[in-house]
């Protein structure tokens, strides 16, 4: 189980309100709840609400605290889309020994939830779809992959005022059948205490109930 932190890409054909924004694929940095998911799912949940509503220079500074304070890895993979924005793609291979690897089709998908956050601040257009992906060929260890629990994403309506290329950030839960996930420790959580100032002992706590 991972939890995805980026952005939903799109582009526009002119700034008018007759243009609609056509996807142009997402990136995401993919952080380890694997443990937080099994031992603390509720709180897990709420993690794309309160991601989703971070500036990405807070959110890189905080995971690289927390990295320090881990054991284990923070980031796990990084989520993209093929250059022709066609294929999606999860690659955990950002350290040699690691050769999971992810990219495939999407094989269903529903509504997000009515209370889902719908973005963060200026951006609150709706949360992206929950999906069901089906692997590709050049998948390695995982033949399904979901996305649910999302949080804002959504392009606005039309697009007046935003003319060419633009971003809209984007949090979600991502459900992995690797093998892998299910050893590692989380520490992620810590992200979600240290800004609502709870009390750093108890964050220790979840820690070792992950060990």
Known sequence: MVLGRGTQN????DDTEN?????????????????????YPSLLHELPD?????????????????QRLSKEK???????????FSTPVFDF???????RYFSGSKDAGISATT??????????????????????????ESKLAYRVHTAGGKAPANC????????????AEYCLFCPFLANRRVSVFGL????????????????????
């Open 115 to 140: 209370y889902a956050s719908k973005g963060s601040p200026g951006e609150q257009y709706g949360a992206v779809d929950w999906l069901r992906l089906k692997a590709g060929d050049k998948s390695v």
């Open 192 to 211: 979600f205490w240290f800004i609502f100032g709870f009390w750093f002992s108890f964050s220790t706590g979840l820690m070792q109930d992950c060990g």
């Open 50 to 66: 309160v991601l989703v509503q971070l500036q990405s220079s807070v959110q890189y500074y905080m995971t690289a605290v927390f």
């Open 93 to 99: 291979r950002i350290t040699p020994d690691v050769k």
């Open 74 to 84: 923070v980031v796990v993979g990084h989520h993209y889309f093929t250059p022709d």
């Open 10 to 13: 799109y582009t526009c054909a």
């Open 19 to 39: 243009s609609t924004p056509v996807s142009r694929g997402a990136e995401a940095i993919l952080y380890d709840v694997s443990c937080l998911a099994a031992n």
């Open 160 to 171: 007046k005022g935003r003319g060419g290329s633009f971003m809209v950030d984007y949090a």
